[in-house]
């Protein structure tokens, strides 16, 4: 049975074969598994070059960093803004490495454009934001769209179907946990959405582990868990100083835990 009928350019039905999104160079989807990594807020040059390098040095191919923080309080830190988007990217330039990073508010896309941002997050908080998803559907630009707090899969489809209905098809579906009853961790991460998505769709998964455990030493579990149920990648949070983030440093991982949770995730990945 099919989850809804509404949607026709993201459905399996419109394209049999996996879409591939192709980021400089670098593939979301088919045959291999990517893993984004990185911190969850850029907060300076130095953490971004250590950070860097340390995606670089576990393997990964992709890096986040949010300049744009969506946060529960308005007197939370806010994000560096454009500072943010020119420290990331110098960071990921010179280890080559393309860049994911979020987009809250239409006003900044031609800004998000002019820095030459990889590949567009749309945040939870943003899944059903039409306008947002209509302007990113006017790009090429690959985006990742995020699942929203509490949204069913259906609401998560036509979300992408706003975004393929404007030309652009380039959209990676990311898993990041479901609010529930349960307070043991911080979202309930919905492993069946993933081969639900994969039958009715064509698109990349990708799977947040760290939004969904909320925890540091739950990332592995879940990401291990993801893989097995066939993601196309992961987008995992790594701080150079978890300790020290200015956001989200419960459940940051170290350098050194994030290449260790790659050599484990290895035999789990055909390509990593
Ligand atoms: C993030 O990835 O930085 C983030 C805020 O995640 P989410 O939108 O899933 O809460
Ligand atoms: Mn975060």
């Known amino acids: 049975m099919r989850v809804m009928k509404e949607y026709r350019i993201v459905s399996r039905e ?23 990594a990185g911190p969850c807020s850029v907060e300076t040059p130095e953490q971004m070059a250590l950070s860097a390098a340390a995606v670089a040095d576990a393997g990964c191919r992709l890096m986040r960093g949010g300049a744009f923080k969506p946060r529960s309080s308005p007197y939370s830190f806010q994000g560096l ?3 943010g988007l020119d420290y990331l990217q110098q960071a ?7 860049v994911v990073t979020e987009l809250m508010d ?13 590949v567009i997050q749309i945040g939870a908080r943003n899944m059903q934001n039409f306008d947002l998803l209509k302007e990113v559907g006017r790009i090429n630009k690959p985006v990742i769209l995020k699942r929203g ?11 992408a179907e706003y975004i393929a209905a404007g ?22 991460l919905d492993v069946t959405a993933i081969p639900v998505l994969k039958k009715e769709s064509h698109l990349p998964v990708i799977v947040d582990p760290s ?24 987008m995992v949070e790594m701080h150079p100083n978890p300790c020290e983030a ?14 260790a949770l790659i050599g484990e995730l290895r035999p789990l990945a055909q390509a990593l």
């Open 167 to 188: 030309g652009n098809h380039n959209i990676i579906f990311c898993e990041r946990g479901v609010r529930s009853f349960e307070t043991a961790y911080r979202n309930m």
């Open 14 to 36: 419109a394209q049999p074969t996996d879409t591939v999104v192709r980021v400089r160079g670098v593939p979301i989807g088919g045959e291999t598994v990517q893993i984004i």
């Open 92 to 98: 990921a330039h010179q280890y080559g490495l393309p």
């Open 81 to 83: 803004g454009v500072e």
């Open 246 to 259: 200015w956001c989200d440093a419960d459940q940051a991982l170290t350098p050194a835990e994030l290449k």
């Open 106 to 118: 239409v006003r900044m896309l031609d800004t998000f454009l002019e820095h030459d941002v990889d």
């Open 149 to 159: 707090l509490a949204a069913t899969i259906s609401e998560w489809l036509m979300a």
């Open 211 to 234: 939004h969904a455990g909320g925890k540091a030493w739950l990332v592995p579990a879940l990401a291990k868990a993801a893989l097995a149920a066939g993601a196309d990648g992961l």
